[in-house]
Each structure stands twice: as structure tokens, then as C-alpha cells.
């Protein structure tokens, strides 16, 4: 009986284990509120709206308007705020530097 192919399913999982309990250098849990008090106090973003309890926010920048958006939970997790970050422009770096 071949078991490469379970072998192969085997070493996927693994993989996605390991990418979801890596840690960004710096970063700790946050909250939704924490983070947008970060980004609008030390980034310049603005609160531009809110649906449910997802809240928008935007600034202008000379290559235009960049926006993200940051549900208000009371722990976000690290994958959450990458993506908060990748939409805002913001490097895990830059943003651990205000903490």
C-alpha cells in the first residue's frame, strides 16, 4: 500500500498548524478598541463608520485613500490583525512600536 498520499495530508496539517500559533515580533492580543485607538492616535486614520460592531477607518495619504477595517472584539486574534494591518499599510513592526 503507497502512504505518500497520507503522508503528504500529514505534513499539510502540520503546516497549518505551525502558521497558526506563529507570533508576530512584538505583538501581543489586543482588542478592537485598543487597535483603533492606536491607529487613529499614532497612524492618522479616521473613524469613518460603523456596521454592527465593525468599525471603518481611513486617512488620505499622497498615494490616495487607504482604509481598513477592525471588528471591536474584546481579543483580536494575530491573524485578525494582520489583516487589519495589511489593509491599513501598516508593518507588524511599525505597529509593535507603539505598544
Avoid: W
Amino acid at each position: 500500500m503507497d502512504l505518500r498520499p497520507i503522508e503528504s495530508l500529514l505534513a499539510r496539517g502540520r503546516q497549518r498548524e505551525q502558521c497558526a500559533t506563529r507570533k508576530l515580533p512584538g505583538l501581543r492580543n489586543f482588542s478592537g478598541e485598543e487597535t483603533v485607538k492606536i491607529l487613529c492616535n499614532k497612524f492618522g486614520f479616521n473613524i469613518s463608520g460603523q456596521s454592527g460592531s465593525h468599525v471603518r477607518l481611513s486617512k488620505t495619504t499622497p498615494r490616495g485613500k487607504v482604509g481598513t477595517v477592525v471588528p471591536m472584539h474584546p481579543e483580536l486574534k494575530i491573524g485578525t490583525l494582520e489583516s487589519v494591518l495589511k489593509l491599513a499599510r501598516i508593518s507588524s513592526e511599525e505597529f509593535a512600536e507603539y505598544l
